[in-house]
């Protein structure tokens, strides 16, 4: 027969609290009964109590405290959790002999392996979600956790986003998921940060974006802002989608849409959440190249024009098929944004381009830490010049801290632009950072002046 004391609502093993000033409010609460034979004994007082404890070295946090106790045999408490963790969560029934004075502390519940830190929700379509099938090295980390979409927080495994006992969940995937970069990126977040990381997987493959517009139906985004209040708060969102609108063509909307997903996340939330976007990758089936190239720029006009969005280039990674990033390339990906994340590593992302001569121009990057770095010849190095009388080949290219210097093959006529990393998949001859090794972000048509 139960006795003691039992946790029924707020808090579960492998939970992570989102952080704010440096901890978290749990607010808590379950029942109690008193062992028939105590009371028999007689007792002064009973109080469902708790307490905090280091799960590593069992060192008490917070001490044994009393919780609001009520007439009906319930309880409830609001529990400080500090920064940090992993920490066990234990309860008891203290009662008190009336002769003695003797505290006698019978059994309760505990939550185990909880912890207070950073939660991020990942959001998009199917490398968001995760269908990198193969093998690399991804191992989970006791630091690293998961809410399922089955309301149930684990320890984070591959796959993230799986059905289990989820079927109505609306993010739930229709087939087989795989890897993602988000453990990989969470380990790596707990490296820089010592503190334990919580991921929310909100994701689903094929999904467009009309899908996460609140004004154009928006059922998965009332899915994304569920989760986050169900799990108290996040800390950022994590979003890899756009591949539905490169293969439709519904690309025109692409900017405007992804704008009022942020912001309505942000007046729903009541604060600038930050967005950490990935630009997409490649297809390798028929489509028409230049809807990626929208998209992309589409993206990337995103992070300069919207407060709080950061890019991340993946052009140039692997495919484990025609649109799935594979798992090695999952958790490079994953480092890398942890390292935009909590070191401010950022991709070379043009600045300007600025006409030198009649026939050269110059490239000035931001973002460079070292220099820039050409990988093989100037004819593969993915730009593409084009003026009045069409496109222009590039005879040199020559690279010097953080421009790049390009001479063409005829005189620039008229208007001239430029763009790098076209088509739907871009050659994976990138220019590079030296010192970061991040490709620089594709662009569109960008004027030569």
């Known amino acids: 027969m139960f006795y003691g004391t039992r946790i029924t609502r707020g808090v579960s093993s492998w939970q992570i609290f989102p952080c704010k000033d440096g901890c978290c409010q ?33 060192s008490v946090i917070t001490g044994w405290t009393g919780a609001d106790s009520y007439d009906d045999n319930t309880w409830s408490a609001c529990v400080t959790i500090p920064r940090g963790g992993l920490y066990r969560l234990e309860t008891c029934l203290d009662a008190v002999s009336a002769k003695t004075g003797e505290h006698w502390r019978f059994r309760g519940d505990m939550r185990m392996h909880i912890g207070c830190g950073d939660v991020f929700v990942i959001a998009g379509q199917s490398n968001a979600a995760g269908y990198g099938k193969g093998v690399a090295w991804d191992a989970p980390d006791v630091r690293v956790h998961v809410k399922r979409n089955s309301g149930v927080w684990d320890m984070a495994t591959h796959p993230l986003n799986d059905a289990t006992d989820a079927y109505e969940c609306p993010n739930v ?28 997987p909100a994701a689903q493959g094929g999904s467009p974006i009309r899908d996460w517009d609140p004004k154009q139906g928006g059922h998965l985004f009332r899915n994304m802002i569920s989760k986050i209040q169900r799990a108290g708060g996040a800390t950022a969102i994590l979003w890899y989608q756009g591949c539905a609108e490169a293969m439709t063509g519904e690309t025109d909307t692409y ?59 993946t052009w140039g990674m692997d495919l484990a098929d025609d649109i799935h990033l594979s798992p090695s390339s999952n958790v490079a990906l994953g480092e890398q944004l942890a390292a935009l994340m909590d070191l401010g590593v950022r991709a070379p992302d043009l600045m300007r381009a600025e006409k030198t001569s009649e026939n050269q121009f110059r490239l000035v990057f931001d973002n460079v830490r070292g220099s820039l770095l050409l990988r093989g010849p100037a004819e ?6 084009r003026d009045e009388a069409g496109q222009i080949p590039v005879s040199g290219i020559r690279a010097e801290g953080n421009c790049l210097t390009v001479t063409l093959a005829r005189e620039m006529r008229g208007g001239v632009f430029v763009s790098m990393g076209l088509g739907a998949v871009p050659k994976p001859q990138p220019v590079m950072d030296d010192a970061t090794n991040l490709p620089a972000i594709p662009f569109l048509d960008e004027p030569i002046v």
């Open 255 to 313: 900017f405007d849409s992804f704008k009022s997903l942020v912001e309505s996340t942000r007046r729903i939330l009541g604060w600038t959440i930050p967005f950490y976007t990935f630009q997409l990758n490649g297809y390798l089936g028929d489509t028409s190249p230049r809807q990626w190239d929208l998209i992309r720029a589409a993206q990337r006009r995103a992070a300069h024009e919207i407060r709080e969005v950061y890019l991340l280039p």
């Open 26 to 58: 749990a607010e808590i609460g379950g029942s109690w009964r008193l062992e028939e034979g105590a009371g028999r004994a007689g007792v002064s007082s009973a109080v469902p109590s708790y307490r905090l404890l280091r799960q590593d070295d069992n």
């Open 380 to 385: 593969r190095q993915e730009l593409a010049i």
């Open 173 to 200: 995937p229709m087939g087989q998921v795989g890897t993602s970069p988000f453990l990989s990126f969470g380990k790596r977040h707990a490296d820089y940060t010592s503190c334990p990381v919580g991921l929310i």
